[in-house]
């Protein structure tokens, strides 16, 4: 398996706080992406890293920020949590050269935005 | 429309049975194309790369069709382990991968 971490796995918030996912990541790929799940919509991509300090959003990006100052690390943060954002959040990581790289998925974070 | 589009099912099939999903693309310039696996309350896995020849794994035969844009997964032999989700997704620009929403499958004893 890839080695992929998340952090937390799951919690639990108030709306309007801020909230901060990370994805830590062992196999040195490039590429690093954040989704968010939703029944009815699939996987969606919010923001995706394509190198240190190289970031760019994605389809619903609306009310999120990333972060990564080291390749094995892209941090999510939900600004101001609000229950639209109540998801389970997917980080991913591709070693990229031309989409023939296979994306590894992290197990998966959930949050409850009350 | 979406860029990538499927069934959602469920599919409700006996053991034994042979199954097929089919999916569709949008976008022409769409450059590599999978099957991914998902287990309820679990993060998607890839069954399988799909290219233009078509391949074979074991039970499992996919096929891509570019001029008509869609992509098929046909799984022979269906096992009640085979009940999953199978998301469709495509590469753009060799890094950006789009998912379908899945298509659910539900193996019968």
Redesign the interface.
């Known amino acids: 398996d890839a080695g992929i971490t998340q952090s937390p796995r799951h919690k639990v918030t108030e709306t309007g706080t801020p909230v901060t996912l990370r994805c830590h990541q062992t196999e040195n790929h490039r ?1 690093m ?1 954040w ?1 968010r799940q939703d029944p ?6 919010i923001h ?1 890293s ?1 190198g240190v300090k190289d970031t760019d959003k994605g389809e619903v990006s609306d009310g999120y920020s990333v972060s990564r100052s080291k390749t094995e690390d892209f941090l999510l943060t939900l600004e101001s949590a609000t229950s639209s954002q109540t998801s389970v959040y ?1 980080c ?1 990581i ?1 070693p ?5 790289g ?2 590894f ?4 974070s959930r949050l409850t935005v009350l | 429309r979406k860029e990538v589009e499927q069934d959602p099912g469920p599919f409700n099939v006996p053991e034994g049975a042979t199954v097929a999903f089919n999916c569709t693309y949008s976008n022409s310039a769409s ?2 194309f ?1 099957w ?1 696996r998902q287990d309820c309350r ?5 069954l399988m ?1 799909v290219y233009s020849s078509g391949n074979e794994d074991g039970r499992f035969t996919a096929q891509l069709n570019r001029a008509s844009q869609y992509i098929s997964l046909l799984i022979r032999d269906s096992k009640l382990s085979d009940s999953a989700t199978y ?1 469709c ?1 495509v ?12 298509t659910r499958l539900k193996v019968l004893a």
């Open positions: 590429y992406y989704y009815g919509h699939g996987l969606r991509l995706y394509y997917f991913a591709s990229g050269q031309g989409g023939t296979e994306l998925f992290g197990e998966g | 450059q590599s999978f991914y679990k993060e998607p896995k890839l790369s998301l997704v590469t753009l620009r060799g890094y950006k991968y789009i998912f379908g929403t899945g």
